[in-house]
């Protein structure tokens, strides 16, 4: 990377990619002439907060972006992964977004800390099982062999399988017919995610209680 007198006012603002932000981090350790530059746009860059009158938001603002973050339209920007998951429109995908927010949705799943919602699929995965599966932090849904393909959209939370790899918001994963394999959710939010699959799950430890 060449001297980074053109990113750094966004260095200083904060608004550099993540990616970008840590190759101008690194530059910045070895970059004498950089760190200089950098110490000379400060004071300029922290006045302009100082032109800027503070506006208090409306009372209402905080409420709305609560529900946002927490509230079922939270999974709406997710609705068109889900609906071409499932193979339904859109606007159904929505609805069953929005449908998790009822307790009466839900059914126990095969373990403690594991909860299962069941969805219809449309005619392209006719004859397929799909649901919503939710997992408390640290819930592990029990090893099982996949007789047939299956598909997964993690929406929120996160899960780590057996073999450690693990799995994200807006992450897809695919399983093969015959994989084994168990999951665990990671600690934080519930991991809440879509799944279809094209056959049956065969149990391997529910005799155990495990």
């Not at 990619?17 to 004498?32: K, Q, T, V, W, Y």
């Not at 126990?108 to 932090?137: D, N």
Request: aromatic content about 4%.
């Amino acid at each position: 990377m060449e001297h980074l007198d053109d990113i750094l006012p966004e260095w200083l603002l904060g608004t550099l990619e993540p990616a970008r932000r840590d190759a101008a981090a690194r530059h910045l350790d070895g970059c004498a002439h950089c760190r200089a530059e950098l110490t000379r746009l400060t004071p300029a860059v922290d006045a302009l907060g100082a032109l800027v009158e503070p506006v208090a938001p409306p009372a209402e603002s905080l409420q709305r972006l609560m529900e946002q973050m927490e509230g079922p339209g939270r999974f709406a920007r997710q609705a068109g992964k889900v609906a071409a998951l499932l193979d339904v429109a859109e606007a159904r995908a929505r609805e069953l977004l929005e449908s998790m927010s009822d307790p009466s949705s839900w059914m126990p799943g095969p373990v403690e800390g594991v909860e299962l919602m069941p969805v219809e699929t449309g005619p392209a995965r006719e004859g397929m099982m799909a649901a919503i599966v939710r997992l408390q932090p640290g819930a592990r849904y029990p090893r099982h062999t996949h007789l047939g393909r299956e598909w997964n959209l993690v929406l929120e939370g996160g899960f780590r399988e057996d073999s450690g790899h693990e799995v994200w918001p807006g992450d897809e994963l695919e399983k093969a017919d015959g994989s084994l394999h168990d999951f665990t959710a990671l600690q934080g939010p519930a991991c809440i995610c879509v799944s279809v699959l094209d056959g049956v799950t065969s149990f391997e430890d529910l005799a155990d209680g495990a």
